[in-house]
């Protein structure tokens, strides 16, 4: 019996003599990286990948790559429709539910589909903001008897809501809202499945009472006629076209021409308008980040999930792709022989594990604070809410790098769709703008770090999560020691940069600005040491022992691997001498040669089934080449053996060449 | 007058605002990036896209966006087609000629069309190969009486072109080779136009004759019938199937049953196999790596432009998108006054300009050393092969890199097709792996910095690209002299470590796969030296004197920004210190505000039109937003207001949800 599960008769051999070099159980490593504790929940995850290849109705009739956008839409409404038939698996809209994310992962993909928004932001948004006798509306958006999405963002607003244009002013004669798109920039763009699905949204408008402008708040809207679908009368919406990727999501835009909705619209638990018209500001001062750090953590966990999809791909592709002699006469070698191959994937490998452990501890912080915030004590929902926004920040980041690594590392069938990287690449890097533009992101964890620079100067820590500013961990890792230092090297630069600004008569903000470039640089650092504790301490607790033994390896090529990627900040100090980083270097060669032989079973363990990973070259089987061919021959364009532009172009165009030669 | 010559009246006036503060004429600039030596050649080009957009055929009738792969195949065959009513404005197939060039640019843009690999591999084959008495083929091809590609890449081989598995078999007989595909994996895969579009192939096969094999050779085959286009019996063609990216391009498989061609069908310029059977060898030893040089030179020229093109979007787009406040209360500001953007993007900006300057002097070095090769001097071509390989894999490289930052630079808006990014990005990055996937170029130019070092130790110079690892050049920049130090210690610590890994036992062939990574960064560094120094030189050679100026500005913040980036390899050394680092920032940051004024204009001097832009979000107007409305509204969901979707799935499940309700 060997140790890696998916091994199979029948498998190209290749990959099967890879599989039986694992030195540990891909089963039991499932059931970490899934956290099922045991390996029963993995068969749960089988269970479920079952049960989908077996009601055709969740299949795609053709793959996604060959279809128009009115195909991939209709055909994503027909899947999301056809999951109900899989209720008995999975809790109705328990969005974060791990077996009904799983199915939905099976059935959809990351592709998306016409009621993504209703589950992920219409639902909880009524959730959050439904006073007690608004309540029905949360009832008919569980039940679907609505279809509603979230709108916020606008034409010429993303990252400043402040300085949204769209309206809602209260005529208090009529006792209505009055909803209106005052300019073009105005208009609400973006909000997924606002263009085609959606009937209702929440939308967010500047409340104005009285000429006074209120600030943003929440509405429900029904946009479109129920029974007919139409838009209602003072309503434009649409698709606002195709993107990098997703194209089953009919990202929309809407503007408002004086479109009345009554008083009992706002959504009103925490800030009212009375039928007077009087404003009832909020009881409890704004709830704040919480929703926001929420959505942020589980972005980690899917940025990892990702990569470790991109890294199945290319490692088993790596393993089975044949290319080239390292020994003249010796045949031809797996391109994962290739040093440059191991170096492109391994340490990527190893990030995909770090993400996915940080977004674990991420969530469990949250969950944590949470308790506290409802005892009261917030301060460390802030700290929280400035940790993930650096790691969301330096996460989508690397895994969009690591994508694209993986992508190039396949070569040139990587480009082609049926890899399914160039779609994986489009969805991962979405993340780097939405929830957040990195930038702006890491600008927030700058903010939080400021403050602790100038704590730490008087010798206090800020919070738990700088302490390193102020005292040396206790962890014994040198390793460690020596992210936290490049942590401390450079936020404490950052910070005597901009006292050197003022310095020279600057303003706060001009300072804060000619500084932003070494700011962000800072909050990067600290993430990377964030993430490196948090890998380094999963890893401890892993049980079983020859799970623990390779994720070892794997947690120490990501710390040489990452240091030696910010050497410099360690050389610049003297912090490191030039022999210490050659040292490194030596260590991470050794790690990738070690880590080699479990490198297919490392990715085996994420056990992404062949339904949901949709890679002709990450297959399980390592049967690449036929079933290349197999893919192709259903491309768009072989449905006939000679297109129409033949008749109409390319023959007209010969035939008169050859008249003229005959001439 | 202003010095920008883009300046209209009727335009977004915060671009406006930037055009006036141009300290340089436009045209002279773009006179010296299209190398037109006088701003005649500038107007030239204008000329060229007044005429495209006054013939109307040559539009798409909607925007490639929104196109099914069928009808971006069949639009692509249109305009190709009517692109002959240009005919008078450039000459037929004369590919690297700059108007036609532009010409092509303006009409088809860089997605490719049905004659595309006619013209840069079919041609130029039976140019090379073409025996006297075979001309008629390349007469016949030059006329368009048959459309042709190019097939040499194979389903499993692509880089290691020794081991193709195609085979043409002589038979003596018959005076015939037969062509035959022996396995699955022999397949013809990639080839562009072979899938739908081409009727014949230059296609490369092993020569088998008595059952020796010679390796492979060219042949022109046929592939279809020319009146029906239907394949011919014996052969197996069609379309590979959806990409990243270039959707009009059939790039196809093709495979041989026993298919029968004449043995004149061979292309016999250099070697020849007569009517019995006997196999002559060429000549002469092998051309070698004329044509690689060839085309690698000019994908450096095309690189930058792609790079410039982004980069024209995301600095236009970042004078007239206003976000955020930097003084409270002063109103919200161009996103380009963030440091944080004009680091995201002037330092690509200044790349733009690095490669062009270097891809021409790669050309022109070319040309020299092709001179040379005429009259029998060979040295100095393997030497050019060398750093044309290293160009290819650090341009593609980076431009990815800068193109995906210069996208995520316009947030949102940058993600949707109507800024053309991911169009871009898709398009250029499959550089990374055509013509030679790039960490095999690595390892090209890395055999040849290994001989290099071997030479220097025994203080010779093995050809003047590498003379910095033997004398100091005399050139009077700190800052080149920084780069070729680091290049001088990566390329001796890569020999060093080939040593010792020889010495403890490995074979050469094992000693440089274990330091594959180390040889990869010495071909890196040794690379952005060369570039360096070409654009340095270049700059300095710029007659006007304004232009100059400003370029000399965007030359210090590349050297500043590519030696901070491998600052790693001066500060391991010691040569240099934190300190002088630190300096660097300083400058680059100083750098980064001056040159910010200026940033419209030096995009705005690539003087590429709206029309071959293809962006929303790069209009020489600044007119964005409504325009982004505008190109939605023909968004193909757009078509109906109400999607089929929704009387089959939608409204079912929200009636039965409502009934539900009721009960």
């Keep these: 019996m060997f140790l890696n599960k998916l091994l199979r008769d029948g498998d190209n051999e290749d990959l099967a003599e890879e599989r ?17 504790k ?47 038939i899989l209720k008995s698996f999975c809790n ?72 949204l244009e769209t309206t809602a002013t209260y005529d208090v004669k009529t006792q209505e809202f009055v909803l209106h798109s005052p300019t073009r920039t105005a208009m609400k763009w973006w909000p997924g499945n606002l263009g085609k699905s959606a009937n209702h949204a929440v939308v967010v408008a500047c409340l104005i ?52 909705i009554p008083r009992t619209n706002m959504l009103m638990k925490h800030a009212k308008v009375t039928p007077e018209g009087k404003y009832v500001p909020p009881a409890h001062a704004k709830v704040g980040y919480s929703a926001m750090v929420h959505v942020r953590s589980h972005m980690i966990s899917d940025q990892a999930k990702f990569l470790a999809q991109a890294l199945t791909t290319a490692i088993r592709y790596s393993a089975i792709r044949r290319q080239g002699e390292i020994q003249p006469g010796d045949g031809e070698v797996k391109i994962l022989e290739y040093q440059t191959q191991q170096y492109r994937l391994l340490p990527q490998l190893a990030r995909a594990y770090a993400f996915s452990f940080t977004g ?8 944590r604070v949470q308790k506290d915030v409802a005892k009261g004590k ?70 939080y770090l400021m403050r602790a620079a100038k704590e730490a100067e008087k010798g206090r820590a800020l919070g738990r999560l700088v302490n390193y500013l102020v005292e040396p961990s206790d962890i014994h890792s040198t390793h460690l020691k020596a992210f936290d230092k490049a942590a401390k090297l450079q936020v404490m630069k950052a910070f005597e940069r901009m006292r050197s600004l003022r310095a020279q008569g600057l303003s706060d903000e001009d300072a804060w600005n000619a500084n932003a470039v070494e700011l962000n640089r800072a909050a990067r650092v600290h993430t990377r040491q964030y993430i490196a504790h948090q890998f380094y301490e999963q890893v401890s607790s892993v049980a079983d022992g020859r799970c623990r033994e390779v994720l070892r390896d794997l947690l120490h090529l990501h710390l040489n691997y990452e240091l030696l990627d910010m050497a410099y900040y360690l050389l610049e100090d003297g912090f490191l001498s030039g022999q210490q980083v050659d040292y490194m270097k030596e260590d991470m060669y ?24 949709r890679s002709v070259l990450g297959r399980r089987d390592g049967h690449v080449y036929e079933n290349l061919y197999k893919w192709a021959q ?8 000679v297109l129409p532009t033949f008749e109409k172009y390319l023959k007209p165009m010969m035939m008169e060449a050859r008249a003229q030669s005959k001439l």
Tied chains: 1, 2.
């Design 92 to 163: 109705n809209y328990l969005i974060f539910s791990k077996t009904h994310t799983q199915c939905f992962s099976e059935v959809i993909g990351m592709y998306g589909h016409p009621l993504a928004l209703h589950a992920v932001m219409f639902i909880p948004s009524l959730q959050a903001q439904c006073a007690d006798d608004q309540m029905h509306w949360l009832k008919k958006a569980m039940s679907r008897q609505i279809i509603g999405t979230y709108a916020q963002t606008e034409l010429g607003h993303g990252t400043n809501l402040r300085k």
């Design 209 to 260: 009472i009285d000429g006074k402008n209120y600030g943003p708040h929440n509405f429900i809207v029904p946009l479109r006629d129920p029974a007919t679908h139409m838009p209602l009368k003072g309503i434009t919406v649409g698709d606002i076209g195709p993107k990098m990727a997703t194209g089953p999501v009919d990202n929309g835009f809407l503007s408002f021409d004086h479109y009345r």
């Design 378 to 447: 917030v301060d460390e929902m802030a700290e929280l809410h400035y940790i993930t926004s650096g790691l969301k920040a330096v996460v989508t980041h690397l895994t969009g790098e690591g994508i694209s690594q993986a992508r190039m590392s396949c070569g040139g069938h990587g480009y082609s769709k049926a890899s399914n990287m160039p779609d994986l690449y489009g969805i991962a890097v979405a993340g780097c703008t939405y929830e957040g533009e990195n930038m702006v992101m890491l600008q927030q964890l700058a903010r």
């Design 20 to 36: 039986r070099k694992a030195t540990f159980d891909t089963d039991e490593m499932a059931a970490i990286i899934w956290e099922g």
């Design 634 to 641: 259903e491309s768009e364009l072989n449905r006939t053996q």
């Design 38 to 84: 045991e390996v029963r929940f993995v068969r749960r995850r089988r269970e479920i990948t079952k049960k989908v290849i077996e009601y055709t109705e969740l299949h795609d009739p053709f793959c996604q790559a060959f279809m128009t956008r009115h195909e991939e839409v209709e055909n994503a409404a027909r899947k999301v429709n056809s999951v109900e």
């Design 360 to 367: 674990r501890a991420v969530r469990d912080l949250y969950l």
């Design 590 to 613: 050794r790690l990738l040669a070690k880590l080699r032989p479990n490198a297919v079973s490392l990715v085996d363990s994420w056990d992404i089934s062949d339904h949901e990973l």
